[in-house]
T-cell receptor, first 117, second 110 residues
Framework: EPEVTQTPSHQVTQMGQEVILRCVPI?????FYWYRQILGQKVEFLVS????????KSEIFDDQFSVERPDGSNFTLKIRSTKLEDSAMYFC???????????????FGQGTRLTVV | GEDVEQSLFLSVREGDSSVINCTYT??????LYWYKQEPGAGLQLLTY?????DMKQDQRLTVLLNKKDKHLSLRIADTQTGDSAIYFC??????????FGDGTTLTVKP
């Protein structure tokens, strides 16, 4: 069964450092997402990406965050200067669809646990 | 904006049925999902239902959707201790993004 894969599974970084979280969405999917889950809290939407541009972002997704699809398979989330409060589990997701409607079910990766020290 | 609500805790005895409830506000929801999350782990998709369905059964899991009341439930038959986890309800629309509830912590007592 196709799946969304994320690497690394756990990353520890020092405050102020840049991190890049990597995701390989399902190959024929067109819509890509990042979500965040702070420990003990709910899963929160960060950003959606379609046709090589951001289609929607939440207020959490400020200037320190960026996303990129550098090639035909990877989808990355970069945090420029990490803060302690960026420590969380980050989930990537993708779904298919046609045109502007992402009308298939979403598939989530297993997450990357980011710890900022 | 979209909102998804769940009760925070549910405790049942092993062998009983568990029913976890969820309400949502977005009438344009296309898919409704149930995820299971064990401590420190990722999200495991248990099941999902398309909004034009009212029931879906998959082995011990039964999902009921009342679209008029925007109410979704997950019933786990013959609940086992291994079912202890946090269960998240989520909805997505044709715009794609998913909105999650706060999660229901299910505790199964032997």
């Amino acid at each position: 069964e196709p799946e969304v894969t994320q690497t690394p599974s756990h990353q520890v970084t020092q405050m102020g450092q840049e991190v890049i979280l990597r995701c390989v969405p399902i190959s024929n999917h067109l819509y890509f997402y990042w979500y965040r889950q702070i420990l003990g809290q709910k899963v929160e939407f960060l950003v959606s990406f379609y046709n090589n541009e951001i289609s929607e972002k939440s207020e959490i997704f400020d200037d320190q965050f960026s996303v990129e699809r550098p090639d035909g398979s990877n989808f990355t989330l970069k945090i420029r200067s990490t803060k302690l409060e960026d420590s969380a589990m980050y989930f990537c997701a993708s779904n298919g669809g046609q045109g502007v409607l992402s009308n298939t079910e979403a598939f989530f990766g297993q997450g990357t646990r980011l710890t900022v020290v | 904006g979209e909102d998804v609500e769940q009760s925070l805790f549910l405790s049942v005895r092993e062998g009983d049925s568990s029913v976890i409830n969820c309400t949502y506000t977005d009438s344009s929801s296309t898919y409704l999902y149930w995820y299971k999350q064990e401590p420190g782990a990722g999200l495991q998709l248990l099941t999902y239902i398309f909004s034009n369905m009212d029931m879906k059964q998959d082995q011990r899991l039964t999902v009921l959707l009342n679209k008029k009341d925007k109410h979704l439930s997950l019933r786990i038959a013959d609940t086992q201790t291994g079912d202890s986890a946090i269960y998240f309800c989520a909805e997505s629309t044709n715009a794609g993004k998913s909105t999650f509830g706060d999660g229901t912590t299910l505790t199964v007592k032997p």
